[in-house]
């Protein structure tokens, strides 16, 4: 048996005790938290079976974003008092839904003839006149955009769905509760030393998206982090949603990309056609763009509503 398959073994055992932890936890934060782990395994499993842009997506957005989102849904319903467990009879029922779409999957993936239809070969074929170098991001930008710019869209929507959930009085103010600064916490320390760390890391992975796994969303998501880090430190607040600067940040990569695609009628015959030798300026032009956005969308999901009067 080769290191290889015993690493990959060793996934395997990981994840499904990270799946039963998540399921089997005696609380709400603690489920929260298996769920972060178990994205983060999943992570490592994409990598292994050689996808490495999945695997950053599942880190940012599975373990990252959307494990951020539960526990702090998780926090506050404990300071509520209002986290309940679930019963015998709930956690059976996930624990066998559960087993049962991975089965189907197991099923299908093996179902599949040998070699799997792929379009790689012809997705590669058509990324030359693109200057591009990751198919990814032929893909996403390129190939299929409209796909992309109406994804962008809808996390708008997403937005604004969270906005208004706040009372008309609070419309405008500032998402969420002010954080207090505490010098000796050891948050207060990661606030201040890991954001400039994960500043550069996040335009990094923008930059060399075009050509290796990265993009504009896994940035985003690393800029937004790095944000809600120093939030919760306390060291900055979170801005007031009336902020004309921080609307314009939120609809500025859709609104460049749809510049962009409008364009295309004009200058390439066609919605999000790019003219020769304009395509990968123009594409990186629209992902710096779309990740100040992104940074900017995600950090206000996780903060949540308005829960303080708009400032005077």
């Not at 842009?53 to 599942?58: F, G, N, Q, S, Y």
């Not at 760390?197 to 690393?222: K, M, R, S, Y």
Request: glycine share 12%; no cysteine; hydrophobic share 60%.
């Amino acid at each position: 048996m080769t290191m290889g398959l015993l690493l990959d073994f060793f996934l395997v055992i990981l994840a499904l005790a990270a799946g039963w932890w998540t399921i089997g936890a005696k609380d709400s934060f603690g489920a929260a938290v298996a769920f972060v782990a178990y994205g983060l395994v999943l992570a490592l499993i994409w990598v292994r079976i050689a996808a490495p842009d999945v695997a950053l997506t599942e880190a940012a957005i599975g373990a990252g974003l959307t494990g951020g989102m539960l526990i702090g849904a998780s926090t506050r319903l404990e300071s509520a008092k209002q986290a309940t467990r679930a019963g015998g009879v709930t956690r059976r029922l996930a624990i066998a839904l559960s087993a049962l779409v991975a089965a189907a999957l197991a099923l299908a993936v093996l179902g599949l003839p040998h070699p799997p239809p792929s379009l790689a070969a012809a997705a590669m074929a058509a990324l030359p006149p693109t200057g591009l170098g990751n198919p990814v991001t032929g893909v996403l930008l390129a190939y299929r955009a409209v796909d992309t710019l109406l994804e962008k869209v809808v996390l708008i929507l997403a937005l604004l769905g969270t906005w208004s959930l706040a009372p008309d009085r609070l419309w405008g103010g500032r998402p969420g509760r002010k954080e207090r600064r505490n010098a000796a916490s050891p948050l207060t320390l990661l606030g201040q030393v890991l954001p400039p760390i994960g500043i550069v890391i996040g335009l990094h992975i923008l930059w060399v998206g075009a050509n290796e796994p990265g993009g504009a969303f896994q940035g985003g998501t690393i800029l937004a982090a790095m944000w809600m880090l120093a939030v919760m430190a306390g060291l900055v607040d979170v801005p007031a949603i009336s902020r004309t600067w921080l609307r314009l940040l939120v609809v500025a990569g859709p609104g460049l990309f749809l510049i962009v695609g409008l364009a295309g009628f004009v200058v390439a015959g066609g919605f999000l056609a790019y003219p020769p030798g304009f395509a990968k300026p123009l594409i990186l032009l629209v992902e710096v763009v779309l990740t100040l956005s992104v940074a900017a969308i995600l950090l206000l999901l996780l903060a949540g509503p308005p829960e303080r009067e708009p400032p005077r």
